[in-house]
């Protein structure tokens, strides 16, 4: 692949978020939420909502850049994208193609975005209920395997048992997430501490996940606004340059059914060289992680896959101690992240990088320089980007 | 009626009467557990299809399977009684080659381990639409 890179032309300019809700409870329909969150980014900025240009979303968002436009009062959009995949393994790539837009001249301001409300739509986490399967469920279906947390867990399970991780380093990445939560006023399950005994008594769901390995189900909406970095001079925030993204992922990944030939990976092997080639840095680098949990192996797996951490090290790397803001070897989701900050689909976590960058996390971690955010491990295609301060370039 | 595949050589590709995923279904139906092989390459296929993914050939043939496999891959899906309970979930990787998902029959859940050699077997569900049939494995 090329030496092109989009390294520092692209800047984090605002965030913005709603309440978050747990599932159904959104007081506000879906669409409304998404407003909410892109003005709040706008806000953030000091960038007017009018002068956005560019649309780049994710995960089939139902809130289409044409009704927004008209909502928000744009003078002209110049930029529609869409990333593919259904969950959140596009949470960085819909990131990573806002900012090949503005690095193309395609569009100045671009705000990246994702809205739901499971009330008025329906859940995510359950099985589809249908007359009748086809494709590859019909081979998996008649076997019980249903859900996203029934669909990973083999792919977890076979990557313990060849580097025989134990149980206890998934425990490890849940409550490093419930740790930070606590800390974090935004996060729905602050207040909600997790202990080891909880944990462990905790039902399962699907082996090996317990019920605090799977993520939330949550309402709200989240959004990003990227400018040029010469624009992002004239910002209210500190910005947070684009260092690296990537998204993709390894030969015949999604082969049906489960036969793909690297069958216990995050789908992050062939993604993260070419991350780090961009971004110009190795993995000893980031000071800190925000590594989106649809379940805790997916966690596990895309550290390793992305360089943090070898396998054959991973029971004593994963230990809650390791993970913490609070002095920990490298911080892991400190906004509390997909299990206990929000389910926004991993745009969250982007915030909560960015967030760090700017001095701003309520779990800061001191003089972050350099953060990763990874998303939607074990999908296809997967996404992954570095962001860094302004001394980093 | 016999369909060439447009743009391609007629003799080479040419699409079967019926689809492959129904041939599985009536060898099932039929008390056999077939897999294809090809004839190209030589390597066994799973699940069924028109092409070799290994080496694009269409020169498949149904063979049965020789039902012996080792467990890849194992977990418990925990359901509510009235959901039917708790069950295991396997990736069985055949000694003919392909991997296909499964459960083991006849013992505890907890019992199936990564590694255990089991035997194929085909069950069958009969409700109001009539018969279904599939492949589940023993301990071998």
Not at chain 1, 73 to 97: D, F, P, R, T, Y
Not at chain 1, 342 to 371: F, P, W
Request: proline share 5%; with cysteine.
């Amino acid at each position: 692949m090329s030496e092109r890179s989009i390294r520092g032309k692209v800047a984090v300019a605002g965030v913005g978020e709603t309440t978050y809700y747990k599932r159904g409870q959104s007081p506000d329909a879906e669409f409304l939420l998404g407003l909410k969150a892109i003005v709040a980014a706008c806000d953030d900025a000091g960038i007017s909502p009018k002068e956005i240009d560019g649309f780049c979303s994710f995960a089939d968002d139902r809130n289409d850049p044409s009704r927004l436009s008209a909502a928000l009062g744009i003078k002209e959009m110049n930029l529609s994208s869409m990333q593919w995949g259904g969950g959140g393994g596009g949470a960085a790539g819909v990131l990573q193609n806002g900012a090949a837009a503005i690095a193309a001249g395609y569009a100045d301001v671009v705000v990246c975005y994702r809205a739901l409300a499971q009330g008025q739509f329906g859940r995510y986490g359950q099985g589809p209920q249908v007359p009748y399967i086809q494709g590859e469920r019909a081979f998996t279906s008649p076997y019980g395997l249903m859900s996203p947390a029934q669909m990973f867990a083999m792919k977890v399970v076979r990557f313990m048992h060849e580097h025989g991780i134990k149980q206890e380093a998934l425990r490890a990445l849940s409550m490093a997430s419930y740790h930070h939560a606590q800390n974090n006023p935004r996060a729905v399950m602050n207040g909600k501490p997790l202990t080891e005994e909880k944990y462990d008594n905790s039902r399962w769901i699907v082996e090996p996940f317990h019920l605090f390995d799977c993520c939330m189900e949550n309402d709200g909406a989240a959004a990003i606004l990227l400018v040029s970095a010469e624009r992002a001079k004239d910002i209210k925030q500190k910005p947070a340059y684009i260092l690296g993204a990537a998204h993709g992922s390894g030969y015949r990944a999604a082969a049906p059914v489960h036969n793909s030939g690297d069958y216990p990976s995050s789908n992050f092997s062939t993604v993260a060289p070419h991350l780090y080639r961009q971004a110009q840095i190795t993995p000893e680098d980031i000071d800190v992680a925000q590594i989106y949990e649809n379940f805790t192996g997916g966690v596990l797996m895309t550290m390793i896959e992305h360089g943090l951490c070898k396998p054959e090290e991973a029971n004593d790397f994963f230990q809650l101690d390791n993970l913490i803001a609070q002095g920990g070897k490298l911080p892991l989701n400190t906004s509390g992240g997909n299990l206990a900050e929000c389910y926004m689909h991993g745009l969250g976590l982007q915030i909560e990088a960015i967030r760090q960058l700017r001095g701003q996390s309520t779990n800061q971690v001191k003089d972050a320089k350099i953060a990763l955010a990874a998303a939607g491990p074990m999908v296809s295609p997967v996404s992954t980007i570095i962001y860094g301060t302004e001394d980093t370039l | 009626m016999t369909n060439a595949l447009p743009g391609t050589s007629p003799e080479k590709l040419v699409f079967p009467d019926q689809s492959p995923d129904t041939t599985y279904q009536d060898f099932l139906r039929n008390n056999q557990f077939c897999i294809q092989h090809c004839n190209e390459c030589q390597n066994f296929l799973f699940y069924p299809r028109l092409c070799c993914p290994h080496c694009s050939s269409v020169d498949l043939e149904w063979r049965e399977a020789s039902g012996k496999g080792t467990v890849y891959a194992v977990s418990i899906v925990r359901q509510r009684p009235e959901k039917g309970g708790d069950h295991n979930v396997v990736l069985v990787d055949l000694d003919e080659g392909p991997r296909l998902m499964s459960r083991v029959d006849g013992i505890p859940n907890e019992d199936v381990k990564i590694g255990m050699k089991v035997k194929a077997s085909i069950s069958v569900n009969t409700d109001e639409d009539g018969d279904t049939r599939m492949v589940v494995f023993r301990e071998a």
